[in-house]
Structures are given as structure tokens and as C-alpha cells.
């Protein structure tokens, strides 16, 4: 019996899926939080399956989450780096899926410099394509984890005023929370220096608050975007000094506020630059809480790609 | 010695005279002999009979790149040439971003004796401004110009130098050179890989603003101006350059400009989905630029549709958007796209686009053709207008199938090109 897969064959982004879906990966991604409290972090949901780890960009947090995901769900997985693989001889994307293709996998998770890489590529292999980040575009499993982290801590989203902080412009992580937040109801908010905001951005629904104090008494919750070395010199900014100055969380501007805000990050941060210390470390942060969160809707979103229902704990099983 | 051609019974529209009737056209020793009535052909003269057709100077594309020398996987002389006839062209003149490029006599004469050989369409070499296109040093004018070349321009590469492109305004009014600049800020546009707006902010993708164009076609301007020089500004893509180039004929400035018909068809929606067929230089704008271009080729400040025809290798656009290169094919479906987008939805007469695809290109960069007056050359095209068909990349006579047009329906088609009074194509035949 196979029934109609819930969320299509890949997962690109978050601009394409539904209210529903995405509740639904944040309901199967609760449901596995728990796996990974269990002295035994494993299940057999993912047994057989094999999974390729596709990594053309540096990445810790996000490569390290999905393969612990995978390994908690008993899939087999293989990790590609670009350094050192034959992208580095000059083959095309497109060739080196096909050939990893051609060993017959299960699913592909990349991450890639180019925007629409993750698109292009499911469009053209039959594995499941997931999007671990490509270029500007999107980072739906970032976006999924902040939902979840942000719904642990306020009970639901709808109505949640959130604020995005930072470099937008570059930013996949954005683009994902926007889509995220606007489809399950809350209110979103942009938050950065004009060079490094797109100018149409509201058209995707969101307000665009200029100051970072306006933001941070706006807010319900920040989410607080890394800003890139690279920015500074390619001219949007003319130094991370004076970017803490005017655009920096710190613990000043949010005292000032007066009210309790939950303070998220992707990761890696840049302390003392868009956000200081004592935010990353201080009460208000989620940050870690987040990491947590993002191995549990990695696992959601694996098992929901493989054609899983909602009743994981007794497939696959035997044991 | 070819056979004279009776072309009978058609609607014969010479927009050089405009004239616009039933007539019969005869072509003899490589010329217009007649266009009239009842004309009666000597002996063996091949008759076509054009009723229900139309009978024109055939079509001619002031800007396409040829790929010969250099990167003929993509596309020849000979291949272009015949797109070209196929397309309705009787003359196209070559971009020079070859390799080597056409900064020199030896290449200029290589293309002009690979056209002699395919005897399709003509084919007219562009020499480049500077000197292997780096936008340093002027090229040999006087040179390039003996050994062939129509007009110069560094196309794919703008003149930044404004230096640069003051002294070629001047130097080339000496040999009354055009010169054809390809207008782009390229510190602003900044390695962008499709217009900076709605879609490209949800795609993620470097944006490049309309202002990268409009800043590079005002210092054009201003710099015809100072020098009188004639400047024909490359695929204006937005509503700031039409407002601009208008501003520049009100006063008076030898300023000329064309638009490719994709950029009168499409807009940066078609890059959804990162379709790399859709990745151009300029890029695809907005719907109120599609609007204002056509109103410009319309109202004459844009002088012609050019087709900016680019061939590109399968493999070339089957990868990443930002890492694809730019450009599409253009020769076979001009036509039919200008017919379908203007004289369909009643914006021109098929007389005004004829002159916006044959006279006028003529006129410019003063070519032969583009009339039928006699002792014109015998280049002449015989257009169905109201044909319907369905673009399909695998019948292209092109090398090359990037097109965004693959599937689309159009209607208007060449049915018989005809150059020195010789049939190049013939669709029925073919």
C-alpha cells in the first residue's frame, strides 16, 4: 500500500508548501524530539534507505544534524564534500548526482553556493532532493527548526510578531522564515541596513523596520541573521565595528526595551558583531535550543520525504 | 547565372516606398527589375506564385553573435546564415566577440569569405571598438573598415572608458562608422544574473537594476552630443533608457537603439523556476518595460527589432542559474514573435514592422536591401503572416537550441528567403 507522499518528492523551500504541510512536519518533528533523548537514539523508520550527503559549502551545525537525523532513523549515509570529491576536477552538479544516482540511492540532502542548485537538481534525478541551503534561495530545514523553537516557547505562531534581523539581502535563512512565519499566521518584520535589505522585500509580506530599536520594541522574538565578513569588504557596510554600533543586538538595546524577548540564531555567530555575548549566552537566547530542535525536523522531514505516515514508531520494525 | 524570378500575385509591401498592394515582383541578374502588374518573365524564368502571401525586402538583423571563429560547437557562419534564411533574414551583421575577435583585417575577411561560401544569408562583420574587446586601445577602423566591417562595437563587453568612447565617437565619424555600444554599469550591475526585483529577491539571485543600463545609455548620450558621433544603442531593455533615447532624438542627436523581441515578449517572470533559457544580458525587466518598449519601437524612438541571436551549447544552460551563460537563440523566431506581439494585437501594421526589421536596419548602418525599388538587390523574403505553428528547438537549422520559446505558438513565417536573387530557403522544399 503506498499512498500519496505529504510533501511531494523534494523539499526545495518553504515558498511552496502549504499551512498544512508544514504543520505537519512540525507535528512529526515533536513527535521525534523524543528519539533523541532515549539512551538508544535510534529507530528503524529510515532502514535500507541510503542517503547521500551532498556538501559544496563549509558546514558544521547543518551537515552534523542531518547525518545525526539520518543515523537516529537506521538510513545508511554517505558524506560528499566538494574538497578532495570530483567536483573539484571540474564535473558538472548535474554528473555528479546522476553517477551517485547511478549506485542507486534513496534521497540527496545538498547544500550549495548557487541559488535553485536544490531545485535543479530534483528536477532531474529520482532521488528525493533536500534542500540543506542553496545560495540566497531558501534553508527550509532552518526555517522549520525556528517554527518549532519558536512554537515550544510561545505555544503557537499565529499572531507572533518576529523580527529578522541583519543581512537579508543574502540571506536564505530569511527567505525561509518569511515564508514560514506569513504561512502559519505570524507577523514578520525586516530589520537592517538598506544596503543589505532588498528593496521589493515587502511584497513578500513582510514590513521593513529601519532602526533595530524599532525592531526590538516591535518584536515578540528576533532572529538574528549571521552577517558575513565578505559583506564589509564587498562594500554593503563599512565596518562590523560600526555595524554593532547601530544594527548590533546587545544586552543594552533589549534592557531598554523592557520586555522578555526570545533571541534566536542560525549559526555560526559572529559574537560581538550582530549579536554580543551576553544576548547569545543570556536568558533570553534560544540559540542552542534551536541545534536541538533542528535534528528532530531533519528526521521529520526525512521520514515524511521517504513516504512515512504518522504512525513511524511501528514501522520498519521486528526488533 | 541564376534564373530570373517572377514572384506573382502577392501583397507586396516595400516599406522603403511605402507601398503596399497586390503586385508582381521580377528579379533578374541579382537585382529588382520590376515591380508592376501582369509582368511577364523571359523564357525559364522560375515563378513563384505568392498569392495570399507577402512579398518583402527581406528581413535584416543588425546584431547577432555568429560564433565563427572560435567556438564553432555553438554555431557557424554557415549554420547562423542559414537560421538567418530560414528566419526570413537576407543579412545579419556579426557581433565580434569571436576568437580571435574581429579587432583585425584577417579575421573581418575570414568571416566575410565563410558567408561567400555558405551563399545564404549576408553577412556583415562588426569590427570591436578596442582592441581584443579589453577596452584599452581603439581598434584600426580605417582597417577593419576596408576589409569589411559595417560598424564596430565591443557587444557583451561595455565601454567603460568614457575616454575610450568619446575618441571612437569622434575617430569613427571620419569613415561615418556607427558605433553599436552594449550599455551597462558593469560596477553596478555586479555580477547580476537577472533583473533586481520581486523575483529575483524570492529567487535569491544577484539582481541587476534597471539603473545599470539607463546610467551607461545617458553617458552615451551625453557623449554623442559632445562629439556628434553615431551612437545605435544595443537591446534596450527598460522604460528609463526609452525615456532617455526620446529625450536624446527631441534634441536633435544622431542616437539610434533596438530591442530584440524577447525583451517585447517576456519578462523577468520567465526566469521562475531558474530557467537558464530565460538568463540574458540585459536581463529580462518588468511588464511596464515590455509595455514601453513596444510603445517606443511604435512611435520610432526605437529604431529596430535586433535579434541578439546567442547561441549556447546544451550543456552550457543545463546547470546552476548564476553559473549559466547569457543569451538565446533569436533568427527563426523573430518573426514570428513580432507578428504574434505587435501587428496581431494591433500595435503596428505589418508595413511598420517591415520597416522596423528590414528599411530601417538598412538606413543605420547603411547596408544594401531593405527596399524593392528598382535596381535594388534581389533580397527578398515572402512572409505568411497569418500562418499558425508551434516553435519547435529540434527543427532549428541553428546549432544551438536555447530558446525560451520551445513549445510556444506563434503566428507569421518565412516561406521563401531570396538573396542576390537566388533561393536560400524554401520551406516548402526544404
Redesign the interface.
Same mark, same amino acid.
Given at each position: 500500500m503506498t499512498k500519496a507522499p505529504a510533501l511531494g518528492k523534494d523539499l526545495v523551500g518553504l515558498e511552496h508548501l502549504s499551512a498544512e504541510q508544514i504543520r505537519l512536519i512540525l507535528e512529526t518533528a515533536e513527535a521525534f524530539k523524543e528519539v533523541s533523548e532515549r539512551p538508544i537514539k535510534k529507530v528503524p523508520a529510515l532502514r535500507g534507505k541510503t542517503i547521500v550527503n551532498l556538501f559544496f559549502e563549509a558546514s558544521t551545525r547543518t551537515r552534523t544534524s542531518f547525518e545525526f537525523a539520518e543515523k537516529r532513523l537506521s538510513a545508511d549515509t554517505v558524506n560528499v564534500a566538494s574538497s578532495g570529491s570530483s567536483v573539484s576536477k571540474g564535473e558538472t552538479l548535474v554528473d555528479t548526482a546522476r553517477n551517485l544516482e547511478a549506485m542507486r540511492i534513496d534521497m540527496v540532502v545538498i547544500r550549495h553556493p548557487s541559488s535553485g542548485s536544490a531545485e535543479f537538481l530534483g528536477n532531474r534525478i529520482r532521488s528525493n532532493v533536500i534542500n540543506a541551503g542553496d545560495g540566497k534561495h531558501e534553508h527550509p530545514t532552518q526555517g522549520l527548526l525556528d517554527l518549532l523553537t519558536l512554537r515550544d516557547k510561545f505555544g503557537k505562531l499565529e499572531g507572533l510578531k518576529v523580527a529578522i534581523c541583519g543581512d537579508v539581502t543574502h540571506s536564505r535563512v530569511a527567505r525561509s522564515n518569511i515564508w514560514g512565519l506569513r504561512k502559519l499566521g505570524a507577523q514578520v518584520a525586516v530589520c537592517g541596513p538598506a544596503s543589505l535589505v532588498p528593496r521589493d522585500i515587502a511584497a513578500l509580506g513582510v514590513e521593513v523596520i529601519p532602526h533595530i530599536d524599532d525592531a526590538i520594541r516591535w518584536a515578540d522574538a528576533l532572529n538574528v541573521l549571521r552577517l558575513q565578513l565578505e559583506r564589509m569588504t564587498s562594500g554593503f557596510i563599512p565596518s562590523l565595528r560600526e555595524y554593532n554600533r547601530v544594527f548590533g543586538v546587545t544586552r543594552e538595546r533589549l534592557e531598554r526595551a523592557q520586555k522578555d524577548l526570545v533571541v534566536m540564531h542560525p549559526g555560526p555567530m559572529n559574537r560581538g558583531v550582530e549579536i554580543d555575548s551576553d544576548v547569545a549566552d543570556g536568558p533570553f537566547s534560544v540559540i542552542l535550543p534551536q541545534v536541538t530542535n533542528g535534528v528532530a525536523v531533519r528526521m521529520a522531514v526525512l521520514y515524511l520525504l521517504a513516504g512515512g505516515g504518522p504512525d513511524w514508531q511501528h514501522q520498519g520494525g521486528g526488533e | 547565372m541564376t534564373r530570373p524570378i517572377l514572384i506573382k500575385g502577392g501583397r507586396v509591401i516595400d516599406p522603403s516606398r511605402r507601398s503596399d498592394g497586390i503586385a508582381d515582383v521580377y528579379l533578374a541578374e541579382g537585382r529588382v527589375a520590376s515591380v508592376g502588374h501582369g509582368i511577364v518573365g523571359e523564357d525559364g524564368c522560375q515563378v513563384i506564385d505568392a498569392t495570399g502571401k507577402v512579398v518583402a525586402p527581406g528581413l535584416i538583423d543588425l546584431h547577432v553573435h555568429l560564433r565563427e571563429p572560435g567556438f564553432e560547437d555553438l554555431e557557424t557562419v554557415a549554420t547562423g546564415a542559414m537560421a538567418a534564411a530560414a528566419g526570413g533574414f537576407t543579412a545579419v551583421c556579426a557581433m565580434p566577440n569571436t576568437d580571435p575577435p574581429q579587432d583585425n583585417q584577417g579575421t573581418i575577411g575570414f568571416v566575410i569569405s565563410q558567408a561567400q561560401k555558405a551563399g545564404k544569408a549576408r553577412v556583415y562583420p562588426v569590427g570591436t571598438i578596442s582592441l581584443g574587446q579589453k577596452g584599452e586601445k581603439l581598434s584600426e577602423f580605417g582597417e577593419l573598415m576596408s576589409a569589411g566591417a559595417v560598424a564596430v562595437s565591443d557587444d557583451g563587453k561595455p565601454i567603460m572608458n568614457s575616454h575610450l568612447m568619446r575618441t571612437a565617437l569622434e575617430y569613427a565619424k571620419t569613415f561615418g562608422l556607427p558605433i553599436a555600444d552594449h550599455c551597462e554599469e558593469i560596477t553596478l550591475a555586479h555580477a547580476g544574473a537577472m533583473h533586481?526585483?520581486?523575483v529575483?529577491? $524570492? +529567487?535569491? +539571485?544577484?539582481g541587476i537594476p534597471a539603473a545599470a543600463e539607463e546610467i551607461h545609455v545617458a553617458r552615451d548620450i551625453i557623449l554623442s552630443e559632445l562629439t556628434g558621433g553615431q551612437i545605435h544603442l544595443c537591446h534596450m531593455s527598460t522604460r528609463g533608457s526609452v525615456a532617455l533615447i526620446r529625450r536624446a532624438k527631441d534634441m536633435g542627436l544622431n542616437v539610434s537603439a533596438e530591442v530584440t523581441p524577447h525583451h517585447l515578449t517576456l519578462t523577468h517572470h520567465a526566469c521562475e523556476?531558474?530557467n537558464t533559457n530565460a538568463k540574458m544580458n540585459p536581463p529580462l525587466r518588468e511588464e511596464a518595460d515590455v509595455e514601453a518598449l513596444q510603445q517606443a519601437l511604435k512611435d520610432g524612438t526605437i529604431d529596430v527589432i535586433a535579434t541578439d541571436h546567442a547561441p549556447h551549447h546544451y =550543456?552550457a544552460k *543545463? $546547470? *546552476?542559474? =548564476? *553559473?549559466a551563460p547569457n543569451g538565446i537563440l533569436g533568427l527563426e523566431t523573430a518573426f514570428g514573435l513580432a507578428v504574434s506581439q505587435l501587428v496581431r494585437p494591433g500595435l503596428l501594421s505589418l508595413s511598420d514592422l517591415l520597416y522596423r526589421m528590414s528599411t530601417r536596419p538598412a538606413q543605420l548602418f547603411k547596408l544594401p536591401g531593405g527596399s524593392l525599388a528598382t535596381n535594388a538587390p534581389a533580397d527578398v523574403v515572402i512572409l505568411d503572416p497569418d500562418v499558425e505553428w508551434t516553435v519547435d528547438p529540434r527543427a532549428f537549422f541553428s546549432k544551438s537550441r536555447n530558446t525560451p520559446f520551445g513549445g510556444r505558438t506563434v503566428r507569421g513565417r518565412a516561406e521563401v528567403t531570396i538573396v542576390r536573387g537566388r533561393v536560400v530557403h524554401d520551406r516548402a522544399g526544404a
Amino acid at each position: 500500500m503506498t499512498k500519496a507522499p505529504a510533501l511531494g518528492k523534494d523539499l526545495v523551500g518553504l515558498e511552496h508548501l502549504s499551512a498544512e504541510q508544514i504543520r505537519l512536519i512540525l507535528e512529526t518533528a515533536e513527535a521525534f524530539k523524543e528519539v533523541s533523548e532515549r539512551p538508544i537514539k535510534k529507530v528503524p523508520a529510515l532502514r535500507g534507505k541510503t542517503i547521500v550527503n551532498l556538501f559544496f559549502e563549509a558546514s558544521t551545525r547543518t551537515r552534523t544534524s542531518f547525518e545525526f537525523a539520518e543515523k537516529r532513523l537506521s538510513a545508511d549515509t554517505v558524506n560528499v564534500a566538494s574538497s578532495g570529491s570530483s567536483v573539484s576536477k571540474g564535473e558538472t552538479l548535474v554528473d555528479t548526482a546522476r553517477n551517485l544516482e547511478a549506485m542507486r540511492i534513496d534521497m540527496v540532502v545538498i547544500r550549495h553556493p548557487s541559488s535553485g542548485s536544490a531545485e535543479f537538481l530534483g528536477n532531474r534525478i529520482r532521488s528525493n532532493v533536500i534542500n540543506a541551503g542553496d545560495g540566497k534561495h531558501e534553508h527550509p530545514t532552518q526555517g522549520l527548526l525556528d517554527l518549532l523553537t519558536l512554537r515550544d516557547k510561545f505555544g503557537k505562531l499565529e499572531g507572533l510578531k518576529v523580527a529578522i534581523c541583519g543581512d537579508v539581502t543574502h540571506s536564505r535563512v530569511a527567505r525561509s522564515n518569511i515564508w514560514g512565519l506569513r504561512k502559519l499566521g505570524a507577523q514578520v518584520a525586516v530589520c537592517g541596513p538598506a544596503s543589505l535589505v532588498p528593496r521589493d522585500i515587502a511584497a513578500l509580506g513582510v514590513e521593513v523596520i529601519p532602526h533595530i530599536d524599532d525592531a526590538i520594541r516591535w518584536a515578540d522574538a528576533l532572529n538574528v541573521l549571521r552577517l558575513q565578513l565578505e559583506r564589509m569588504t564587498s562594500g554593503f557596510i563599512p565596518s562590523l565595528r560600526e555595524y554593532n554600533r547601530v544594527f548590533g543586538v546587545t544586552r543594552e538595546r533589549l534592557e531598554r526595551a523592557q520586555k522578555d524577548l526570545v533571541v534566536m540564531h542560525p549559526g555560526p555567530m559572529n559574537r560581538g558583531v550582530e549579536i554580543d555575548s551576553d544576548v547569545a549566552d543570556g536568558p533570553f537566547s534560544v540559540i542552542l535550543p534551536q541545534v536541538t530542535n533542528g535534528v528532530a525536523v531533519r528526521m521529520a522531514v526525512l521520514y515524511l520525504l521517504a513516504g512515512g505516515g504518522p504512525d513511524w514508531q511501528h514501522q520498519g520494525g521486528g526488533e | 547565372m541564376t534564373r530570373p524570378i517572377l514572384i506573382k500575385g502577392g501583397r507586396v509591401i516595400d516599406p522603403s516606398r511605402r507601398s503596399d498592394g497586390i503586385a508582381d515582383v521580377y528579379l533578374a541578374e541579382g537585382r529588382v527589375a520590376s515591380v508592376g502588374h501582369g509582368i511577364v518573365g523571359e523564357d525559364g524564368c522560375q515563378v513563384i506564385d505568392a498569392t495570399g502571401k507577402v512579398v518583402a525586402p527581406g528581413l535584416i538583423d543588425l546584431h547577432v553573435h555568429l560564433r565563427e571563429p572560435g567556438f564553432e560547437d555553438l554555431e557557424t557562419v554557415a549554420t547562423g546564415a542559414m537560421a538567418a534564411a530560414a528566419g526570413g533574414f537576407t543579412a545579419v551583421c556579426a557581433m565580434p566577440n569571436t576568437d580571435p575577435p574581429q579587432d583585425n583585417q584577417g579575421t573581418i575577411g575570414f568571416v566575410i569569405s565563410q558567408a561567400q561560401k555558405a551563399g545564404k544569408a549576408r553577412v556583415y562583420p562588426v569590427g570591436t571598438i578596442s582592441l581584443g574587446q579589453k577596452g584599452e586601445k581603439l581598434s584600426e577602423f580605417g582597417e577593419l573598415m576596408s576589409a569589411g566591417a559595417v560598424a564596430v562595437s565591443d557587444d557583451g563587453k561595455p565601454i567603460m572608458n568614457s575616454h575610450l568612447m568619446r575618441t571612437a565617437l569622434e575617430y569613427a565619424k571620419t569613415f561615418g562608422l556607427p558605433i553599436a555600444d552594449h550599455c551597462e554599469e558593469i560596477t553596478l550591475a555586479h555580477a547580476g544574473a537577472m533583473h533586481e526585483g520581486i523575483v529575483a529577491t $524570492r +529567487l535569491g +539571485l544577484k539582481g541587476i537594476p534597471a539603473a545599470a543600463e539607463e546610467i551607461h545609455v545617458a553617458r552615451d548620450i551625453i557623449l554623442s552630443e559632445l562629439t556628434g558621433g553615431q551612437i545605435h544603442l544595443c537591446h534596450m531593455s527598460t522604460r528609463g533608457s526609452v525615456a532617455l533615447i526620446r529625450r536624446a532624438k527631441d534634441m536633435g542627436l544622431n542616437v539610434s537603439a533596438e530591442v530584440t523581441p524577447h525583451h517585447l515578449t517576456l519578462t523577468h517572470h520567465a526566469c521562475e523556476g531558474y530557467n537558464t533559457n530565460a538568463k540574458m544580458n540585459p536581463p529580462l525587466r518588468e511588464e511596464a518595460d515590455v509595455e514601453a518598449l513596444q510603445q517606443a519601437l511604435k512611435d520610432g524612438t526605437i529604431d529596430v527589432i535586433a535579434t541578439d541571436h546567442a547561441p549556447h551549447h546544451y =550543456d552550457a544552460k *543545463e $546547470r *546552476e542559474f =548564476d *553559473e549559466a551563460p547569457n543569451g538565446i537563440l533569436g533568427l527563426e523566431t523573430a518573426f514570428g514573435l513580432a507578428v504574434s506581439q505587435l501587428v496581431r494585437p494591433g500595435l503596428l501594421s505589418l508595413s511598420d514592422l517591415l520597416y522596423r526589421m528590414s528599411t530601417r536596419p538598412a538606413q543605420l548602418f547603411k547596408l544594401p536591401g531593405g527596399s524593392l525599388a528598382t535596381n535594388a538587390p534581389a533580397d527578398v523574403v515572402i512572409l505568411d503572416p497569418d500562418v499558425e505553428w508551434t516553435v519547435d528547438p529540434r527543427a532549428f537549422f541553428s546549432k544551438s537550441r536555447n530558446t525560451p520559446f520551445g513549445g510556444r505558438t506563434v503566428r507569421g513565417r518565412a516561406e521563401v528567403t531570396i538573396v542576390r536573387g537566388r533561393v536560400v530557403h524554401d520551406r516548402a522544399g526544404a
